[in-house]
């Protein structure tokens, strides 16, 4: 069960834009569309905010949108504000081993 | 307001165990699975385990596979972990996390945690 690859850090001025990759691969992220993002402020519960890909949970604001390529998911926050400067975690069904895996986590920094 | 509250977390010795506790509010617990996640000191995300809705299927992470056992009493609302033959790298802060569509199963798109609780420690020490 190997942990799916993520940047270590991202990072975006006020107002502009971050992404941040997610890559697995066949038997995992490119191999179902059951892949999942979290916001995880330090010392609180982690927060979904993007489900599916590409769906966002109701009160999550459209700021925030994931896309998927093949064996790589991407979440990208626009207009960053100074609230969005959290670690940021990928996860996805890992079909070859029927379980659930995260990414390494990305601490996003809003500069 | 759906609640998860997470307890039984400590200091416990290598080789010891510990028994943690999830009790939920607000929502039919009987028709979710249930996940736990934990997070290692400075370390990411690690998902540990998953609880079908009827506690029929249980699945683990292969680091914790043999030793913690997932298991839940639908007439309690609760969700529980027993972590047996405990280590120095169990040492973490354990989840609890709802999923967030009813009646699913490994395999059938499972979203953890549209519910998180606030997390309980455990530290393995001698």
């Known amino acids: 069960q190997s942990a799916l690859t993520q940047p270590p850090s991202a990072s975006g001025s006020p107002g502009q834009s971050a992404t941040i990759s997610c890559t697995g691969t066949?038997?995992?992220?490119?191999?179902?569309?059951?892949v999942s993002w979290y916001q995880h402020h330090p010392g609180k519960a982690p927060k979904l905010i993007i489900y599916?890909?590409?769906k966002r949970p109701s009160g999550v604001p459209d700021r925030f949108s994931g896309s998927k390529s093949g064996n790589t998911a991407s979440l990208t926050v626009s207009g960053l504000q100074a609230g969005d400067e959290a670690d940021y975690y990928c996860?996805?069904?890992?079909?070859?081993?029927?379980?659930?895996?995260f990414g390494g986590g990305t601490k996003l920094t809003v500069l | 307001q759906v609640q998860l509250v997470e307890s039984g977390g400590g200091v416990v010795q290598p080789g010891g165990s510990l028994r943690l506790s999830c009790v939920t509010s607000?929502?039919?617990?009987?028709?979710?699975?249930m996940h736990w996640v934990r997070q290692a000191p400075g370390k990411g995300l690690e998902w540990v385990s998953f609880?079908?809705?009827?506690?029929?299927?249980?699945y683990y992470a292969d680091s914790v596979k043999g030793r913690f056992t997932i298991s839940r009493d639908n007439s309690k609302n609760t969700l529980y972990l027993q972590m047996n033959s405990l280590r120095a790298e169990d040492t973490a802060v354990y989840y609890c996390?709802?999923?967030?569509?009813?009646?699913?199963?490994?395999?059938?798109?499972?979203?953890?945690?549209?519910?998180w609780g606030q997390g309980t420690l455990v530290t393995v020490s001698s």
């Open positions: 996390a709802k999923d967030m569509f009813p009646w699913r199963d490994m395999g059938q798109g499972l979203i953890i945690g549209d519910y």
């Open positions: 607000e929502f039919t617990f009987r028709t979710y699975g």
């Open positions: 609880i079908r809705f009827d506690g029929n299927n249980n």
């Open positions: 066949s038997s995992d992220v490119g191999g179902n569309n059951y």
């Open positions: 599916d890909v590409y």
């Open positions: 996860s996805s069904y890992a079909g070859s081993n029927n379980c659930m895996v």
